[in-house]
Structures are given as C-alpha cells and as structure tokens.
C-alpha cells in the first residue's frame, strides 16, 4: 500500500495541473439539456502535453492499483469486498420476492375492480421480517458485515435509519470489518479535501474553464430545486463534480454524471436530520463538520458507481449507444406489439431511452423512488450497468396501453419524454423491480436472447 505522500508525489507530477479538459460543443447560451435535440454529447479530445513524458514503469498490477486506486485500497479486506462484488444472489430468494410482489398486486387490482367504490385507505402494515433483520444486521456492534445476507435483505428494500451505512457497505467504500470503518472514513475523507487543496483553485485555469463553467450552469437545472438551490449544496456539487473531472481525465465531466451525486448526498444528509422529506432538505441544520464529511462519502460512493458505468460517458459514450440498442432489441422479443408500433411511427429509441440510461431514470421517476431503485441497484451484480437494462425494458412496456392508444409521432415521444410517474412510490418501484427481475431471469441466460 503506497503511503500518502508517495500518492500525493505521484498525482503531483511535478507541481503541474493534471492535464486534460472537456469542451463542450455547446457555447455559453447553453440550451435546456434535450436529447433528442442533443442525441449523444460529443466532447473534444482532452489536450495532450507537447512535450512527451516518459511513463514509470510500473512492474505488477499490485503496485499500479496502490499508485492510481482512488477509493478501493488493497489490503486485508480485499478478499470480503471482492466477495460482496462477485457472489451471485440468491436466486430463489430474489424470485420468491418478485412473484409475491406481483400477486399482490394482481390481487389489489383485482379487489379495486370487484368494489364500485374504492375502500378507505389501510393502516400501514408493520415492517416486513427482512426490514428487522437488516436493521439488527448493519446496527449491531458485530466484527463482520455478512455480505451476502446483507445484498438479499437490500434487494427488497433499506430501512431509511440503516440506508446510508448500508449504501457504504454495498459499495464497498466502508469494509466489512465494523473494526476498521471509522479509520477508513477518516482517511478517505482527508484524502478527498487534499484534493480540493490542490485541484480546486485550477477551476479558472484556462485548460479547466470550460468545465467548470458547465457544471455551474447544469446543477441549477437539477431535481429537485429545493436542495439544489441551497448555496451550500451548489458549492459542494461543484466541487464534488469537478474533481472527479480532473481525475478521470478519459471522460471528464458529461450532463447526466451530476444527477448522480444527488440520490447519495440526500441519503447521507438524512442520517442526520429526521422526518425530512427527501425532495426538501434543509441543508442549514446540519453541523458544517458533518457536511464536510457528507460531501467526501458522497464523492467516493459515486466515483464507485460510475467506475463500473464509465464507457456510459466516454467520447461519443458508447456504453450508452450499445444500452439502447440491447433495449431496442430486448422489447422486440418481450412486446413485439409495442417495438413494432414506435417502429411504425418512426419513434427511435435514442429519442427517448438516451436519457434513461444516461441518467438511470432520476429524470423519469421522483428522487424518493430514485432511491428506493438504488436500493436494488447496490445489491444486484452489476445494476446500475446490467440489471438496469431490465428495469428500462419494464419500464417501457408498463405503459404499453397508453403508447398503443397514441397514433401521432410527436404524441407518442412526448409522451415517453414525461411519463406521469410524479405520484409514484414504493409499490410502484417494487412492482417495477419485480418485472425486471423476471425478465432477467428469462432471457439474460439465454445466448441468443436478443436475436429473433
């Protein structure tokens, strides 16, 4: 493990500003982001250093990650995080779960239409047996995290007192061992203000103006407005956003990566505060030490998400250009109906799917069901790459009765631009969820699952 000042040295270079900028094609009158004016967001070529500097050869792989790795240190822990990455869910679990989800819902549909008039709202039934064994799990003092008995009680869902532990541990950034957590913490969030010390001020070089200046004129357009209005919250994503740019040089910054910040920042926030709604957040009542710290868990958690999403905003973002592809060709085969009415009037995918994989649907569904989403998405293998490709496909064909109504083109795209989904909650997700879910387990098997 390479000490600290052996990684400062290393990313120092010799005083110099780590290289690189993104330009936008767009000019300062930068318009509303709209992909289907925009389709992909081009970015230029980072500029490259005239004068050839010979790269350190580097003799193992071990050596190379403990020089570059930001968040994932080796060490002892290696062997359970790796295991929390790898091991497969239980997929008996997992389907039980999504069955029981839509027989329930089957059968309140079948209750609502069997009264003229709907019934009096329910209590709320008590937490289910998995809430309370997650909540023991993560809120014990124990000495290990069970990491695979803590992804199968995440799938269906995080208590909001255990969310933000749980989301650290699901993303690897806390270790399993509760031992060595708040070292961890302490060490990572020192780590990330030494690169607020060194980066920061070179928001106004030349060589980082342009992307400076689009991070600060995309977070005002942000959802929700009542958090993201808040002064402090600005600083923080601006600071968040462009120091992730300037060390992933390879994409820099993109629209879409700042929505990401928000769903960990909010969870993380409301640790603190309590009986806050998530959409409005009052930033002021909370202590500034803690906000310093939230702002860092933020910044490591979402580098960890975007590490394994990364091609989604590399040049020309390819990663994205091959999601809606495998989505076209997945509706194909699962609703040949629906795929063959938006081919008929002549509405393109990448017209309206581009923001769903380049947001992960935070433009589509309110930030409280975000989370929930996120929930799952931290405890499947690969969901915010893999598994969201399913939850898209459901997505889609959930309002299959209102695009086969539509007959218009620019009816249909608008529609699929602004889905009402605004009233939206947990059993709309879990539902949602449990769909993708099947779909998975029915075709994602399968070698030729996408080809007619």
Same mark, same amino acid.
């Given at each position: ?11 120092? &270079? ?5 290289? @690189? ?31 050839? +500097?010979?790269?350190?050869? +580097? ?15 080796? @060490? ?95 993303? @690897? ?79 820099g910054y993109v629209q879409g990566i700042n ?48 590490? @394994? ?58 930030l409280r069901c975000t989370i929930r989403l ?6 499947e293998p690969e969901g915010f790459s893999h ?12 309002? &299959? ?52």
């Amino acid at each position: 493990m390479a000490s600290d000042g052996v990684r400062k040295q290393f990313w120092k &270079r010799s005083n110099s500003k780590v290289p @690189g900028s993104i330009r936008h094609v767009y000019g300062a009158q930068h318009p509303p982001f709209d992909p289907l004016l925009h389709g992909t967001l081009l970015k230029s070529t980072p500029k490259v250093p005239t004068t050839p +500097v010979k790269a350190k050869r +580097v003799s193992t792989f071990q050596e190379f990650e403990s020089n570059t790795s930001d968040a994932w240190d080796a @060490g002892e822990d290696d062997d359970e995080l790796l295991a929390m990455a790898a091991e497969s869910l239980n997929t008996e679990v997992v389907m039980e779960t999504a069955h029981r989800v839509l027989r329930d819902h089957s059968q309140r549909q079948g209750q609502h239409m069997a009264q003229e008039a709907p019934a009096p709202e329910a209590e709320p039934p008590a937490a289910p047996a998995s809430d309370l064994r997650l909540v023991k799990s993560v809120s014990e003092s124990h000495t290990s995290c069970p990491a695979e008995e803590l992804r199968k009680l995440s799938w269906s869902g995080i208590p909001k007192p255990v969310r933000p532990v749980t989301w650290k541990l699901l993303s @690897g950034y806390l270790p399993a061992n509760a031992d060595r957590r708040p070292a961890t913490l302490q060490r990572k969030q020192e780590e990330y203000f030494a690169f607020i010390e060194h980066y920061y001020d070179s928001r106004n070089d030349e060589v980082h103006q342009d992307t400076y200046r689009q991070i600060h004129i995309d977070i005002p357009r942000m959802s929700p407005e009542a958090l993201i209005l808040q002064p402090k919250v600005t600083e923080i994503f601006e600071r968040i956003l462009f120091i992730w740019a300037i060390r992933h040089p390879a994409s820099g910054y993109v629209q879409g990566i700042n929505d990401l910040v928000t769903p960990f920042f909010v969870v993380f926030v409301c640790e603190y505060i309590e009986g806050e709604d998530v959409d409005s957040v009052d930033i002021c009542s909370v202590p500034a030490e803690v906000l310093r710290n939230i702002e860092a868990d933020t910044y490591w958690c979402m580098s960890k998400l975007l590490d @394994g999403i990364q091609d989604n905003y590399t040049f020309a973002q390819p990663g994205i250009q091959m999601k809606v592809k495998m989505l076209e060709e997945l509706v194909s085969r699962i609703d040949e109906q629906v795929h063959q009415h938006l081919d008929q009037h002549e509405v393109r995918y990448l017209q309206f799917a581009f923001r769903w994989m380049n947001n992960l649907l935070m433009r589509e569904v309110p930030l409280r069901c975000t989370i929930r989403l996120w929930d799952t998405y931290q405890s499947e293998p690969e969901g915010f790459s893999h598994f969201h490709l399913y939850v898209c496909a459901a997505f889609l064909v959930r309002w &299959r009765k209102e695009i086969l109504e539509e007959r218009d083109f620019q009816e249909l795209l608008l529609f699929l631009q602004n889905l009402p989904t605004a009233h939206w909650g947990d059993q709309d997700i879990s539902l949602l969820l449990a769909e993708a879910y099947r779909l998975k387990f029915a075709f994602a098997d399968a070698p030729n699952h996408y080809k007619k």
